[in-house]
């Protein structure tokens, strides 16, 4: 090799030393610049997340920006009850029934030892005394009355009842109200409720003044009343009348029950849907049952990485049965606040003691027809599979 060509050679390989020298440093930059923008993008998207649920103030310009499938992407499962956890979970009410119904609300305790109530691991069940004659002077017959600790705003309620109470002089319901109060201040809705031999289901709110519904809206159900005002119309508030399927009384309990889903929110007002158990159209969502966490098959708040059931109420669902918008005519945040939800049997009363004439089936005089007939009240029980609620994340509870 000439002198020449050695120079050339250790030059080459000095280049090639400088070159390894620098290679760790710029592989370094290269990192750094790929976790800052990972960590740039990790803030803008928590921001995109968050930015639905900000309030207009002075401080900031938003208004909750909402879409139909986008928000109801973030209901996710809070609270689930079953079996036993009614008895842990809900206050068993023993106060004079507000709608001057015949019946004599029990504590837990007197519910157990009587087999007013009892609860498997899947199951859980509340019904009448349909054993005894009530007396004159009694307040009533035996029945329950029970209502959730917990409260919830913006949510997602799914039930999966198999059996409702049934027959003459019967005022079953499942509902929601302001746990703060006092009635009607927070609203109330009525998700399941009928009285007597009714076939059909009756959705409706009662609230404070200045909700009114409009006669025409996106429903498979029929409009019975607009005025939400418990004040006006001796209380019957806005009601709409299911029209599909059996979602009622013995009706409902011959198909084996169904499902009832409330999802009320600040941009989509509040809509419930019932499905039949044996309708193939139950969102896999809504018919899903199982532990809390990890149920199989249920949409996640985190695909892949586990976490809680997620519920998507969208356009998948259908129409639903009751929608009740919010808007001008009745802002959700001057009606509508954290409710409690209630489930009860009473008789007689407000409505099912001026329906009773009218009810086929039904004869003499209602209250007589209470006192005198205990086994005309077999059929008169809940039986609950489950129930689960869904809430919006980063929502105060």
């Not at 973030?74 to 001057?100: A, C, I, Q």
């Not at 076939?199 to 404070?208: D, E, G, K, P, R």
């Not at 001057?334 to 086929?360: E, I, K, Q």
């Amino acid at each position: 090799m000439s002198a020449d060509d050695k120079s050339k050679a250790e030059t080459k390989l000095d280049l090639i030393g400088d070159k390894r020298g620098k290679l760790p440093a710029m592989a370094l930059h290269r990192n750094l610049v790929f976790m800052f923008g990972m960590a740039s993008f990790s803030i803008f998207a928590a921001f995109l997340y968050i930015r639905p649920y900000l309030k207009a103030n002075l401080v900031s310009p938003y208004r909750p920006v909402y879409y139909s499938n986008h928000h109801a992407a973030h209901f996710v499962l809070k609270d689930k009850y079953e079996g036993s956890d009614f008895y842990s979970g809900w206050r068993w009410e023993t106060d004079n029934d507000p709608t001057h119904g015949r019946v004599n609300y029990v504590d837990q305790g007197t519910a157990i030892t009587n087999n007013y109530t009892f609860a498997t691991d899947s199951k859980f069940v509340m019904r009448a005394d349909y054993q005894n004659v009530v007396p004159p002077n009694a307040r009533g017959r035996d029945s329950v009355r029970i209502s959730s600790y917990d409260a919830y705003d913006e949510s997602v309620i799914v039930l999966d009842v198999q059996h409702m109470p049934e027959g003459c002089s019967t005022w079953p319901a499942f509902w929601t109200l302001s746990q703060k109060g006092p009635w009607p201040q927070g609203g109330e809705i009525d998700i399941v409720e009928g009285v007597n031999q009714a076939a059909q289901n009756l959705a409706s709110l009662h609230t404070t003044p200045n909700c009114v519904m409009p006669q025409q809206r996106f429903q498979t159900g029929t409009t019975v009343s607009t005025n939400c005002d418990a004040h006006a119309n001796f209380n019957q508030g806005c009601g709409t009348d299911f029209t599909r399927g059996a979602s009622y009384g013995s009706y409902f309990n011959a198909r084996g029950g169904g499902f009832f889903v409330m999802a009320r929110s600040r941009n989509e007002g509040i809509r419930v849907w019932f499905w039949q158990r044996d309708d193939p159209a139950v969102p896999a969502e809504v018919r899903q049952s199982g532990s809390a966490y990890g149920v199989p098959g249920a949409p996640q708040l985190f695909p892949g990485f586990g976490g809680p059931p997620t519920i998507h109420p969208d356009a998948t669902w259908g129409t639903p049965d009751a929608d009740f918008p919010v808007g001008d005519g009745c802002i959700y945040e001057d009606h509508f606040d954290a409710h409690m939800m209630v489930f009860d049997l009473t008789f007689c009363g407000d409505w099912a003691g001026a329906d009773y004439p009218n009810s086929p089936g039904c004869s003499g005089d209602c209250v007589d027809f209470v006192n005198n007939n205990p086994d005309e009240f077999t059929e008169a029980y809940w039986e609950i599979n489950s129930l689960r609620v869904y809430t919006v994340p980063l929502q105060p509870i």
